[in-house]
């Protein structure tokens, strides 16, 4: 496999689950993004990581809680969300953090708030 | 206060002519500007950049013009293909800052 898998690809779960998204690179890629998008607006950062180490969270509920155990893999762990959180989650990926290289996005997880 | 602004929703264009796709920021400290598009259930996928020391990069079919005083960039695609149809994301980085940016997108259409 090349380039960036996120698993699963979509997601209905109730406001009392706890679920994991996924997201693994394979492009020896140093940093790793998560992203949220909801319908008709822009893509709003959530989370940055540089070799395995968090280097922002932008205002992020704690509902929300990334991990990332290498530089290839990062995880965003789901705890009590509110229907307000279903939208597409994106990850990326780049060589590494904050240069000209373009970021590279996985396909999304699809998440449903029910 | 969103710094990027994609203030057309939608674009439709007939196959072989020029689409342009424009984007607008507030910010000029952002030093760096991409385009990405996206077809539905996929990811974004990187198409073009330009630094803001230039004005013009191309690449193929595919031209990014940054006007720096006006705060503006536009993408033009020519002549357009009916697989060019998506959403097209402007984005921009902060000089020396961690992130991007992101415009709300545009939905390009190409009508054969």
């Known amino acids: 496999e090349t380039g960036v898998t996120q698993t699963p690809r979509h997601l209905v779960m109730g406001m009392t689950n706890k679920k994991s998204l996924k997201c693994e690179q394979h492009?020896?890629?140093?940093?790793m993004y998560w992203y949220k998008q909801s319908a008709k607006k822009p893509l709003e950062l959530m989370f940055v990581?540089?070799?395995?180490?968090?280097?922002e969270n932008n205002s992020v509920p704690s509902r929300f809680s990334p991990e990332c155990p290498n530089s290839s893999h990062l995880f965003l762990h789901l705890h009590t969300l509110q229907p307000e959180d279903s939208a597409l989650y994106l990850c990326?990926?780049?060589?590494?953090?904050?240069?000209?290289?373009?970021?590279?996005f996985g396909d999304g997880t699809r998440l449903s708030i029910l | 206060d969103q710094q990027v602004k994609q203030n057309s929703p939608s674009l439709s264009v007939q196959e072989g002519r020029i689409s342009i796709l424009n984007c607008d920021y507030t910010?000029?400290?952002?030093?760096?500007f991409l385009w990405y598009k996206k077809y539905p259930a996929e990811g974004p996928t990187f198409l073009i950049s330009?630094?803001?020391?230039?004005d013009k990069n191309e690449d193929g079919r595919f031209t990014v013009f940054l006007n720096k005083s006006a705060k503006h960039l536009s993408l033009h695609i020519v002549p357009s293909q009916p697989g060019d149809s998506a959403v097209y994301f402007c984005?921009?980085?902060?000089?020396?800052?961690?992130?991007?940016?992101f415009g709300q997108g545009t939905r390009l259409t190409i009508n054969p």
């Open positions: 990326a990926s780049s060589q590494v953090l904050g240069g000209v290289q373009p970021q590279h």
């Open positions: 492009l020896g890629h140093n940093a």
């Open positions: 990581y540089s070799l395995e180490e968090r280097v």
């Open positions: 910010n000029s400290m952002f030093d760096y």
């Open positions: 330009i630094s803001s020391i230039k």
């Open positions: 984005a921009a980085r902060i000089q020396g800052a961690q992130k991007l940016v």
